[in-house]
């Protein structure tokens, strides 16, 4: 290594040099004078679809962008005009958001934390995207939920399922309107009471992740109700696609219900695996064995195919319900697309819909504004029912569906059917209930 | 100038000046045209270009010098990452401490690591590496979040609450990172005709860092101990034999990558406070090996130039969908149009990995040194046509005696 000795003119040098980078940054401190951030200025609105294109979620993420292309061409006084004839709020007029053309962009969030905020970092600072809705993941949804916050932009969570998200996560600039595991706890465990009596052992298996817990945490709170005992709780790795290890155990543990706290395939593999091991043909305790899947899709009952017949599980939403806004979106995704909606796909939708109107009822794009008009919102004709926004930690409130997998489907889309439609009193909860405590939502951001 | 030499100073005063210059260089096309698709002059992704510059730069000290292929480099950039999220969440959120941290445990982290995988070389150091990594992302993902000892909060990511003690944290100072004062968001937007340009200051101090991280790797690049890792790739075993003690060296190697990775970890977070696991995945080590390859393993320049191009194809390919396609190619007859929107599909949008790899191969397969090699063949290609040309001339113009 060649050593130098200090001169004067080199430290003259280095020194302006230096000098010049710490003056660099006070060209920063020049304060914008938009109102919030990306406030549209021209004829037109961006709307950011965040959603996994590639990944395990991937087939739901793409079912959530055919949804919000839907939305978008409503929006926008295309089509056949879907759930905007059935809305109870008729803000929205077919023209826009605010008179300004509906425009959208698309990210991928590769069901990664980080992706999913890179992506939606790039919608708001370069596509100037003023709200960002999608995603299949719950740890997406609070990673991009704080993003918006700090952004100042709105939040509208896809699908999302665990209590963190509306709960200690919970963000003034988010919304969701998916349920969450507290709410299938609730709406589950008097169906199961009903079908399998009050004196039942469960054996919980459960990804080991921040979902798989506050799902098992929900589940086992709201069965111990009931008079069941939890016989153990085994925490798999999420990675796991076999999961036949996991499954001797339960043979001999004198348990006769199995929980099955999974999602997307890690469900499709262990309920496959359970079957297979012939669990439901098993007596224990002298009642029949019996599987639970807490928390079902479309696309995973698709996947487990013939082996979810009888299991039951919980929903947001379903195609197959009877209501003015299921029937309207279901006609319009059907004639789009040739297929039905799952309800992935049916909560964006919704959400952009009800971001739509709130701007429109607010009269403006700034985020306070939209906060303002969102909270404690009562609304119907989207689906589920009357529902409700809350105000204190921005979550929905609306009827809950019960499922069970189809004995005899007809075609390949009816393999879930309704068993009960749960009533919305049944499964609202304190905003301070213990699963929920911690969070506190702050202030609105408008960023800029 | 600093200790270099005058090709090195060169090179140095020509990466200041792209760095210095980017919003400029990478927003070449107006706002609002056709081609804005293209530009990639947001704050994001160009403080994502310098920060795996970084993490690249770091990791050609290891491969580049001594031929040591880590696969867990990923893991140290989480470690960093997660430091520095703790940092915000304890101290403050000023960014100089959580910096600070980063890079001390990513050394503290890699000096195990390195110790124990150094035992071995070749294919065995990889998958070693590879373990090690892997080990740490699932200790990240489940094990080190449970609810009953939360260090990583799991899938979610470790981010900053209201009720998190931050003992520094002053009162009116801004509630996101920022350097005594100067939150890492701030952006001045330069609106020139119609061409905007966005100044971030995060970006300007992620490049500031990089600068000196990069004058760092020269100088360990032309110093003997540089030498002696350049030894160890071309015969350890001889090196060996003749009495020399090459762990010291190699371990030093690990130790500095580890913390050129540990730095870069720290700067994501303190551009964007959220550290999430699978930035320690097995895929986010293999992608800095990809970056370092195709930019030109062993060359000062190349894995900068790797970071930024695999990046750009991640950031920008990845949001062309068919919306955007169809708008590009509005002017072709109906049936033509969707035509050329199928065939351009699988390679735009999701498919940018498609697109990534395709060029990756070429690059490898006609250009083994990367895209320092491509550059340097063009270079000599106009020298040489130059060169010809001055010799037609004075051929013409000095004729014999």
């Not at chain 1, 009357?386 to 007809?410: I, M, S």
């Not at chain 2, 210095?20 to 260089?25: K, S």
Request: with cysteine; proline share 4%.
């Amino acid at each position: 290594m060649t050593t130098k000795s200090v001169t004067r003119r080199g430290v003259l040098k280095s020194g302006a040099v230096a000098g010049t980078g710490l003056a660099l940054p006070t060209i920063f401190t020049a304060s914008s004078a938009a109102a919030y951030t990306n406030e549209p200025t021209g004829g037109s609105v961006t709307l950011g679809f965040n959603v996994p294109q590639t990944g395990p979620y991937a087939e739901e993420g793409n079912d959530e962008l055919l949804a919000q292309q839907l939305a978008v061409e409503h929006l926008n006084g295309e089509g056949d005009g879907g759930c905007l004839n059935t809305f109870t709020s008729k803000a929205l007029k077919g023209n826009g958001i605010l008179g300004k053309k509906v425009e959208f962009v698309t990210g991928d969030t590769q069901t990664k934390s980080d992706a999913a905020r890179a992506s939606a970092k790039s919608m708001i600072e370069k596509d100037g995207a003023i709200m960002i809705n999608g995603g299949s993941s719950s740890g997406v949804a609070v990673a991009v939920q704080g993003l918006c916050q700090e952004a100042g932009v709105i939040f509208m969570a896809g699908l999302t399922h665990a209590n963190d998200t509306t709960g200690k996560d919970k963000k003034a600039n988010g919304f969701r309107h998916f349920f969450n595991a507290y709410m299938s706890g609730a709406a589950l465990a008097p169906v199961l009471a009903a079908e399998m009596g009050k004196e039942r052992r469960a054996y919980h298996l459960t990804a080991d992740y921040n979902w798989g817990w506050t799902q098992e945490e929900s589940i086992v709170a709201s069965t111990e109700a009931l008079g069941w005992e939890t016989v153990n709780t085994v925490k798999t790795p999420l990675a796991s696609t076999d999961f036949s290890s996991y499954i001797t155990p339960v043979l001999n543990s004198g348990a006769d219900v199995l929980v099955l706290n999974h999602y997307g395939g890690n469900m499709v593999n262990s309920l496959t695996n359970a079957i297979q091991f012939g669990l439901l043909d098993k007596v224990a305790n002298g009642k029949d064995f019996k599987i639970v899947v807490p928390l079902y899709s479309e696309l995973m009952a698709a996947g487990a195919g013939e082996n979810i017949k009888g299991v039951l599980g919980s929903m947001n939403w379903n195609w197959q319900l009877q209501d003015e806004g299921t029937k309207a979106f279901v006609k319009s995704f059907g004639e789009k697309y040739g297929k039905p909606p799952s309800n992935s796909a049916q909560t964006c939708y919704a959400q952009v819909l009800l971001y739509a109107d709130a701007c429109e009822r607010a009269g403006t794009f700034n985020p306070c504004g939209v906060v303002e008009a969102l909270e404690d919102f009562e609304f119907d004709g989207l689906g589920n029912g009357p529902t409700w926004y809350r105000g204190a930690d921005h979550q929905c409130f609306k009827d809950v569906l019960v499922v069970r997998g189809n004995e005899n489907p007809t075609n390949a889309y009816d393999t879930l059917e309704i068993v009960e439609i749960t009533p919305r009193a049944q499964v609202e909860y304190d905003p301070e209930h213990p699963m929920f405590s911690g969070g506190s939502l702050g202030e609105c951001n408008p960023g800029a | 100038m600093f200790g270099l030499n005058k090709k090195d100073t060169s090179l140095l005063i020509i990466v200041g000046l792209l760095t210095l210059l980017a919003p400029f260089i990478l927003n070449p096309f107006p706002e609002g045209s056709a081609m804005a698709q293209f530009n990639a002059g947001y704050p994001d992704l160009m403080q994502r270009f310098v920060i795996f510059g970084i993490f690249a730069i770091g990791f050609n000290i290891l491969f580049g010098l001594t031929g040591y292929l880590s696969f867990g480099h990923a893991a140290f950039l989480g470690v960093g990452s997660y430091s520095a999220v703790w940092m915000f969440k304890l101290l403050s959120y000023n960014i100089i401490p959580a910096i600070a941290l980063s890079v001390v445990v990513a050394g503290l982290f890699s000096l195990l690591i390195g110790f124990i995988s150094l035992r071995r070389s070749g294919i065995y150091f990889s998958i070693l590496t590879l373990a090690f990594a892997q080990m740490s992302f699932a200790l990240a993902y489940s094990v080190l979040s449970n609810p009953k000892f939360n260090l990583t909060n799991g899938e979610t990511g470790l981010q900053v609450y209201a009720d998190d003690p931050q003992i520094l944290q002053v009162a009116n100072s801004p509630d996101l990172p920022h350097l005594f004062g100067l939150p890492m968001r701030a952006t001045y937007t330069m609106d020139v005709g119609a061409w905007s340009f966005d100044f971030n200051a995060g970006y300007y101090l992620c490049a500031i860092i990089m600068m000196v991280v990069f004058y760092l790797s020269i100088r360990i690049f032309r110093s003997p101990f540089g030498m002696m890792l350049r030894a160890v790739k071309s015969n350890q075993q001889r090196m060996n034999y003749t009495g020399l003690n090459s762990k010291p060296y190699t371990l030093a190697a690990f130790v500095i990558s580890g913390m050129y990775a540990g730095l870069a970890g720290g700067l994501m977070a303190a551009m964007d406070p959220l550290a999430g696991a699978e930035r320690m995945q097995w895929t986010a080590s293999g992608e800095v090996v990809l970056m370092t390859i195709l930019g030109g393993t062993g060359t000062l320049i190349g894995p900068v130039l790797g970071a930024g191009f695999i990046k750009y194809f991640e950031n920008i390919f990845s949001k062309i969908n068919d919306n955007v396609l169809h708008s590009w190619f509005a002017f072709l007859p109906d049936g033509l149009e969707d035509a050329v929107v199928f065939v351009i599909h699988p390679f735009i949008g999701k498919g940018w990995h498609l697109t990534l790899g395709i060029l990756f191969m070429l690059v490898v397969i006609y250009l083994p040194g990367g895209l320092v090699e491509g550059g340097q063949r063009l270079l000599n290609r106009i020298k040489r046509k130059k060169s010809k040309a001055d010799d037609a001339k004075s051929g013409k113009t000095e004729p014999a005696e």
